[in-house]
């Protein structure tokens, strides 16, 4: 019997039996030791947004789990455990920070793996009673060679112990007809909604989300499904375009706020 095969039934069994065996790690609680190695994250919040709660990932390489192959065969992968933690506000008050250890400890010995953050749009009722909070201001952060929690594409790989980014934002109405009206206030920036870095040795991340709230772009959806009838969008120069992306053009809101601050 193959040692893979017998890593396999040993995991079926802890499971069955939930007792603590040779090779059942049946505590998967994470004990950092308090002066262990830290990561600080630290968001420089615009007045019209809001932090959200960071989602967090350990992983352990001694509590595997079972998880199949693409030919659906069984495999040993890294067990994971997650939690979500909250932004505190600092001095001065537009300032949030988090801490997470980079070893969680316990009998697993979790190690960080990769987290996710970032801002939402603070008041969308402004805008209607209904509207509700949409997304778009996300960073993840992989410290690991695991994939993310979410996985939207590629990721920048960073060096060194600090990560810096600085990224501007705009406001995006979007309402759609399908399924029911809805109708969000979100935030258009660079990419699909979320900034993806490998950056395994920081220990100092810094987002600040630079935000323009005086240039808005709206959408409005089909209200029926139709071959060739695209999402359309109004920028706050005047001009309409139909997208099949989906989403803002994000290189056009650049080029418009940049043209109206020379003239200022």
């Known amino acids: 019997m193959s040692h893979l095969a017998v890593q396999f039934k040993a995991s079926l069994l802890c499971s069955a039996l939930s007792i603590s065996v040779s090779g059942c790690a049946t505590d998967r609680s994470l004990s950092p030791l308090p002066d262990g190695e830290k990561v600080t994250f630290t968001i420089k919040v615009p007045a019209e947004l809001k932090p959200y709660d960071m989602r967090v990932m350990y992983r352990s390489a001694k509590c595997q789990r079972v998880g199949h192959d693409a030919s659906g065969k069984p495999e040993m992968l890294d067990g994971h455990s997650s939690f979500e933690t909250v932004f505190q506000p600092g001095q001065p008050e537009n300032m949030y920070k ?7 400890g316990g009998p697993c010995e ?3 793996s990769n987290v996710m953050f970032g801002v939402t749009y603070r008041d969308p009722g402004r805008f209607g009673e209904n509207v509700l909070v949409g997304g778009g201001g996300g960073v993840i952060v992989v410290f690991d060679h695991n994939n993310p929690q979410l996985s939207l594409g590629g990721r920048v790989a960073v060096e060194g112990s600090e990560l810096k980014i600085v990224k501007d934002y705009y406001l995006w109405l979007n309402e759609r007809y399908t399924g ?6 979100s935030l258009s920036g660079y990419g699909s909604g979320y900034l993806t870095y490998e950056a395994r040795q920081a220990r100092n991340v810094y987002f600040e989300p630079v935000f323009h709230p005086e240039f808005v772009v709206t959408s ?14 109004f920028y706050p120069d005047g001009t309409v375009e139909s997208d099949p992306e989906g989403r803002p053009n994000f290189k056009k809101m650049q080029e418009i706020r940049l043209k109206a601050e020379a003239k200022k």
């Open 180 to 185: 029911g009206y809805v109708k969000r206030a």
């Open 110 to 112: 979790w190690r960080l």
């Open 98 to 104: 988090a801490t997470l250890f980079v070893n969680g």
């Open 220 to 233: 409005v959806a089909p209200k029926k499904h139709a071959v060739g009838d695209f999402i359309k969008f």
